[in-house]
């Protein structure tokens, strides 16, 4: 018999089990312990109950799962209880028989879901089971020279390893933004940022967990504050990629109206890139006034990922491009990815491979 469940409706699976299964499904990010408790346990909006997890049971055997990590969403000060999926996964030997569409179906039913980087067959199921397209999460590099082109090139062919990640240090002021760092000194408005756009929930205990668990992984910048208006901020890390050390922009937020702001950021990273000498700028954008920007700003798009979700936004799904929803790469785990997809949450693992 099959059951489908969510893990706060059993006592037979734990998070152990969940970590095992995606030791066996994820190999390339093993060991998941430390991991699957930093974003299911150690997470501020997760409840104690554990509601947000699913799982698939068959003769007593853990067979698939959806993991769905508590990830709020506001809009004009009010809160989107949303939650973004991530592992979904049937054992191979159990495939082909609706396990994957029925869990989809269940838990899509429970919970406002929002997620990216589907394969075509999954993106298609979860259409089909009710989550509609809220727009895309673009991917944008700009290399610093045609120079780190060909260098990135060569230190590939030769696996020249450069200058370890977390060996660096950014400076307490560039461009007029200040480096913060403690989440007590970030000066964050009640929710938003920005009107009648959904945005994801940004808090002083979303950035204690999310940028300030390890020291020198993230670093925080806040311009000041003018005029009461809510102060722009981004959050920057060095990223190893295409056999080069990058500078990678992880999250940022600004007032839609104030452009420049975001003209501010990406100058920003810019200097930050000039004064260590990175092979480029790594930048994500959900929104239209971003991309123009970075268009503008000599940035190319190399990724386009749909994102789905089962909340009623009222906006037409098949709209390309537009400034009502707002997420970023720190919204998931793809900046915890080295440029060959092996994952690095591990400060041990960063050090030992130069991520």
């Known amino acids: 018999m099959i059951n489908y469940f969510r893990f706060s ?3 037979q699976f734990s998070i152990s089990e969940i970590s095992d299964f995606n030791d066996l499904c994820f190999p390339h990010r093993k060991p998941h312990h430390f991991y699957d408790t930093y974003r ?3 997470n501020p909006f997760a409840p104690i109950e554990k509601n947000f997890l699913y799982g698939v049971e068959k003769d007593g055997k ?6 769905t990590m508590p990830t709020p969403l506001s809009i004009n000060e009010k809160i989107i209880p949303a939650f973004w999926g991530q592992d979904y996964f049937v054992l191979d030997e159990f495939r082909g028989k609706g396990i ?11 919970d406002y879901y929002i997620a990216i980087g589907f394969s075509p ?3 298609i199921i979860h259409q089909k089971m009710g989550a509609r397209k809220i727009g895309h999460l673009s991917f944008y590099r700009k290399w610093a020279s045609p120079i780190h082109q060909f260098k990135s090139l060569f230190n590939k062919s030769l696996r020249i390893k450069p200058k370890s990640v977390i060996s660096y240090t950014f400076p307490d002021e560039v461009n007029g933004f200040m480096r913060v760092k403690s989440p007590a000194r970030l000066i964050l408005p009640q929710l938003n940022w920005n009107e009648n756009t959904i945005e994801s929930i940004r ?8 940028f300030f668990y390890k020291p020198f992984r993230y670093f925080v910048y806040q311009s000041k504050q003018i005029n009461d208006v809510n102060p722009a901020y981004f959050v920057a890390k060095p990223r190893f990629y295409k056999g080069m050390n990058w500078l990678m922009i992880v999250d940022y937020r600004f007032d839609l109206k104030q452009p420049n702001q975001f003209e501010s950021i990406l100058k920003s990273a810019e200097l930050l890139r000039e004064k260590y000498n990175f092979s480029g700028i790594l930048v994500s954008s959900s929104q239209k006034t971003n991309n123009k920007i970075l268009h503008k700003n000599n940035f190319e798009r190399y990724k386009h990922e749909v994102v789905l979700t089962t909340y009623p936004f009222e906006h037409d799904e098949n709209l390309e491009e537009h400034d009502h929803f707002h997420i970023s790469l720190a919204d998931s ?5 080295d440029y060959l997809g092996r994952f690095y949450y591990s400060e041990d693992l960063a050090e030992k ?3």
């Open 9 to 11: 409706e059993q006592i």
């Open 40 to 42: 299911l346990v150690q």
């Open 62 to 67: 853990y067979i698939a799962q959806m993991l």
């Open 100 to 110: 994957g569409k029925e869990l989809s179906k269940y838990y899509l039913k429970n």
């Open 121 to 123: 067959k999954s993106q």
């Open 203 to 210: 808090n002083k205990d979303y950035f204690e967990w999310r």
């Open 333 to 337: 785990d793809l900046d915890m990815h």
């Open 353 to 355: 491979n130069y991520f």
